[in-house]
């Protein structure tokens, strides 16, 4: 059974602060996903990585896929309260590129 | 454009009840699969269907099936519910399964009482 473990579980912090999320497996997947997810709704794809060591970066939000595919980390600079809310990893394997979801970091960010 | 779709929205069942839930994909999307979100938890892979064939089962009961219609829409049926199927099922569209990530339905948020 493939597992993803995603820390920290909760996070509130100030805005302006800068944090990081780690995403870790013993498996290696083909590709890693984030999502954020607010309530009542249902997961939105933030980003895909493919490429061990590949890092891809969108406004202030930066995420790397780690070198053996196996971990992955969003570190999301200068934070806004628009930037509340669930963020699940998940990593694709099989033929059927199915999704194993880490449990979630849930992010508050005060003003 | 429509994204994808998911009815009902919410719905209360008793134990031992039957349910459907319903999925459109996003047009021209082929891929369909199935996921349960527990309240607190990531979401868990269910079932993945492309082009009408079962192409992915997780580790679920024979109680929870699926199927894909010529409109690429789906359904997940579960039998004789039980309190710990209370969860938010949610569809998930791609294109070929996974390339460049999934489109999420809002879900259908089921409680069995």
């Known amino acids: 059974t493939q597992l993803l473990e995603q820390s920290p579980q909760f996070l509130s912090i100030q805005e302006g602060e800068n944090l990081t999320v780690y995403c870790n497996s013993s498996?290696?997947?083909?590709?890693l996903q984030w999502y954020r997810q607010e309530p009542g709704e249902g997961p939105v794809l933030l980003v895909t990585?493919?490429?061990?060591?590949e890092v891809k970066k969108l406004k202030r939000l930066t995420f790397q896929f780690g070198d053996a595919r196996k971990d992955s980390s969003l570190h999301i600079t200068a934070a806004q309260p628009g930037d509340t809310g669930l963020y699940l990893c998940?990593?694709?394997?099989?033929?059927?590129?199915?999704?194993?979801f880490g449990s979630g970091t849930q992010l508050t960010v005060l003003p | 454009d429509a994204g994808v779709t998911q009815s009902p929205t919410h719905l209360i069942k008793t134990r031992g009840q039957q349910v459907t839930l319903r999925c459109s994909p996003i047009?021209?999307?082929?891929?369909v699969s199935w996921y349960q979100q527990v309240l607190g938890q990531g979401p868990q892979f269910i079932f993945q269907?492309?082009?009408?064939?079962?192409?992915g089962r997780g580790n679920f009961p024979d109680r929870f099936s699926a199927r894909q219609f010529p409109n690429y829409s789906s359904e997940l049926n579960v039998n004789a519910l039980l309190l710990g199927d209370s969860a938010l099922y949610l569809c998930?569209?791609?294109?070929?399964?996974?390339?460049?990530?999934?489109?999420f339905g809002s879900g259908t948020r089921l409680t069995v009482v």
């Open positions: 998930a569209s791609g294109v070929p399964p996974g390339a460049g990530g999934y489109t």
């Open positions: 498996s290696v997947f083909s590709s």
């Open positions: 990585v493919v490429t061990g060591g």
């Open positions: 998940a990593g694709a394997s099989g033929s059927a590129r199915q999704l194993t």
């Open positions: 047009s021209g999307h082929k891929s």
């Open positions: 269907y492309y082009e009408k064939e079962e192409r």
